[in-house]
């Protein structure tokens, strides 16, 4: 559905620009108008309970956080098809949460983590989304929800 210099383009600000989403290492596998999704591999930086080899709840809550402003980004970039994609990619310069939620379900121990996120309402100024984080076996960790103001 999108083209290829606008899935680059919001690779390179995701996965690039955006400085701590490098550090978590968080990697776009899918990027769908509706849904989106990454992975995380874990590394001994993201490890919270260091008996265990758990990550960190933080990592699990800013993940959960990017993936649903990713998927405001999608959104809004599905909206707007008209406009050419680097006009599209502008539009993300004022984009900020303004309320998040995390439920920690399970702990979080694995090589990877999966992480996805659906926008369930895209207004004119603010977005609702849901996001799911997932151990390798597919089993759910945590879940979120969260706004964004988008204008």
């Not at 694995?110 to 996120?117: I, R, W």
Request: no cysteine.
């Amino acid at each position: 559905m999108f083209e290829e210099e606008f899935v680059k383009g919001l690779k390179k600000i995701f996965e690039e620009m955006i400085s701590f989403n490098r550090v978590l290492g968080l990697q776009i596998h899918d990027l769908g108008p509706a849904k989106v999704r990454a992975r995380i591999q874990m590394k001994p930086e993201l490890v919270g309970h260091f008996s265990y080899n758990r990550i960190h709840g933080g990592v699990i809550s800013a993940g959960l956080d990017a993936m649903g402003g990713l998927a405001v980004m999608a959104a809004i970039g599905a909206r707007h098809m008209d406009e050419a994609p680097l006009q599209r990619l502008r539009r993300f310069a004022n984009l900020g949460t303004i309320d998040l939620r995390i439920d920690y379900l399970r702990p979080g121990i694995g090589e990877y983590f999966d992480l996805q996120a659906e926008v369930l309402r895209l207004g004119s100024r603010v977005a609702s989304t849901r996001m799911e984080f997932f151990g390798p076996e597919g089993t759910l960790l945590s879940t979120g929800s969260a706004a964004y103001i988008v204008s």
